[in-house]
């Protein structure tokens, strides 16, 4: 299987990705590459770099691979939240790629759209109280979505991948990309069923987020 050299970014962009460590990844969805990369800048959380992790599987450059940007989130991904569908994305995300036989899935410590987790629980009480996740974020003194998805982009920059068929229903992940000089030849939408702690969440992604969620292009 393909080893990635040592290598920093070469992109003009302020965020720079220098990869620190990679290993041979056996999954329940299939084997990977897992590369570890630290940004440039430094995570205001725990006054150190920037960290994402790169999960690589096959060959992603003799033409687009399918790419999945996935934001941390703890209380979906590792306890299996209802309230969102983060999980389910991750997972559908991993099937599209397995199937395909080739593909990466960019992991980023990005907790609750890059607030923090204490924040985001903060939030979650602020939903309690009748506020949806847009109005909660922006309350506690925050963006609507506080990411950037710099780091992400300067991964494959530095992976040499250029141009991607990204897994996703959030056109700010397609301009992010874009304006780094990574060109989406296709965007793939990942839906999965929502639920009835889900649905509210969903509906405010797609009404003042703008998520393409159950929309035609």
């Known amino acids: 299987m393909r080893r990635y050299n040592e290598f920093v970014s070469s992109s003009p962009l302020k965020v720079q990705a220098t990869k620190r460590a990679e290993a041979d990844f056996p999954t329940k969805f299939g084997r990977f590459r897992i590369l570890g990369f630290e940004g440039s ?3 205001p ?3 150190r770099p920037e960290a994402a992790i790169a999960l690589v599987m096959g060959d992603v450059h003799s ?3 399918l790419i999945r940007i996935h934001s ?4 979906g991904d590792v306890f299996h939240s209802l309230r969102c569908d983060c999980r ?3 997972e559908l995300a991993f099937g599209m790629i397995a199937e395909t036989g080739a593909g990466i899935l960019l992991y980023e410590q990005k907790e609750g759209r890059g ?3 204490i924040a985001k629980l903060q939030a979650y009480e602020l939903q309690d109280q009748g506020l949806d996740t847009v109005e909660a974020n922006v309350k506690l003194g925050f963006k609507a979505d506080h990411r950037e998805f710099e780091l992400p982009a300067a991964v494959l920059r530095a992976m040499n991948v250029d141009r ?4 996703s229903n959030n056109p700010q992940k397609v301009a992010a990309l874009e304006s780094a000089g990574i060109r989406v030849v296709e965007r793939v939408p990942c839906e999965p069923a929502s639920n009835d ?7 405010t992604k797609r009404e003042k987020l703008g998520h393409l969620l159950g929309a035609e292009e």
Not at 72 to 75: A, D, G, P, S, Y
Not at 197 to 203: G, I, P, Q
């Open 164 to 167: 991607v068929r990204l897994i």
């Open 41 to 43: 800048q430094l995570d």
């Open 72 to 75: 941390q989130c703890l209380t």
């Open 115 to 117: 607030i923090g987790l």
């Open 88 to 90: 389910q994305q991750l």
């Open 63 to 65: 033409q687009p691979p």
């Open 197 to 203: 702690h889900s649905a509210a969440y969903l509906k």
């Open 45 to 47: 959380e725990t006054c």
